[in-house]
């Protein structure tokens, strides 16, 4: 085998081998424990199952901290994704998930305490001035209010769609700005996200609480914001990958699971085509600045053209 398909065979198995084994092994182990404990244990299978395959996802493709803090900012965001739904697990268990005045300051907490860590480094600077993090944090928390909310009243598997095509979109971008690695990370998420969407249309058991909702969240978040501070995706893009979610809600307005997973993915799936589309718009112009100027015909501009 060449390098370069040992390289090819590598990015596939950390892209979907490896986090799909983990997803698939967790939900079985979950499934077969949860027959003896109550029904409301089963939010708690499936976010530690997301949980697991996104961190190894998200790892394997990017890397994993090996010292604290890690050198690279960036490596914080495996350790993020198993440690948020932990604490969002708690609230599950207490029986207040659905209560908006409990999850949302937990929430603004996580993404406040996300930012910090991953982005310490340049917060304040050029690259990632005050104000357009602010306003970064402000949609991200919509986006995550969004999807928490419309996840009491849904089954599992069109919020798991809806990031599914959030995450895609974010990819096709990410690499289209020129950040391939980041672009990698997301399309594990979205691998993730959308076999774990079919295999809970097929388990109706399988419910989305708060714990999931952070588990789908925390990496993909974080993801779309590297991608725009620490990479060239393009600030107005990177709005839309952000709020791309909520398209989980357009799902209250179908009364059956495959109709509302259909609904949800595709509202999600056109915000993030239009963030496709602007990135698209922003490297065309960046390449047309970039080409040199063709002379003009009849103004020369060396003895070889007079």
Known sequence: MDAVTELKVQTILALAGAPLLTLGAVLAAGLWSARRFPERALPGVLAAALALALAVAWGGLVGYPTTLPPIDRKLWVPAL??????????????????????????????????????????????????????????????????????????????????????????????????????????????????????????????????????????????????????????????????????????????????PATLLAALTAAVIAAGGVALTRQAEAAKAAQAAPAEPAIGNPTSYDQL
């Open 81 to 258: 994704t198993l440690a948020v739904p932990a604490l969002f697990a708690l609230i599950d268990r207490s029986g207040k998930a659905d209560r908006l005045g409990v999850v949302a300051p937990l929430a603004a907490l996580t993404i406040i305490g996300s930012v910090t860590l991953v982005f310490a480094p340049i917060l304040g600077g050029e690259y990632a001035p005050a104000d357009r993090v602010g306003v970064g944090a402000a949609l991200a928390l919509a986006a995550w209010l969004s999807l928490d909310r419309a996840s009491r009243a849904l089954p599992a598997a069109p919020a798991l769609a809806a990031v599914c095509f959030s995450a895609l979109g974010a990819a096709l971008a990410s690499a289209m700005a020129g950040t391939a690695l980041v672009g990698q990370a997301l399309g594990g998420i979205s691998c993730v996200a959308g076999v774990a969407s079919i295999i809970a249309w097929r388990v109706p058991r399988l419910t989305l609480g708060a714990a999931g909702v952070a588990a789908l969240l925390t990496p993909y978040l974080a993801t779309v914001a590297i991608a725009t501070l620490y990479g060239e995706l393009p600030v107005t893009a990177a709005a839309l990958f952000l709020l791309a979610p909520i398209g989980a809600a357009t799902a209250l307005f179908a009364r059956s699971v495959v």
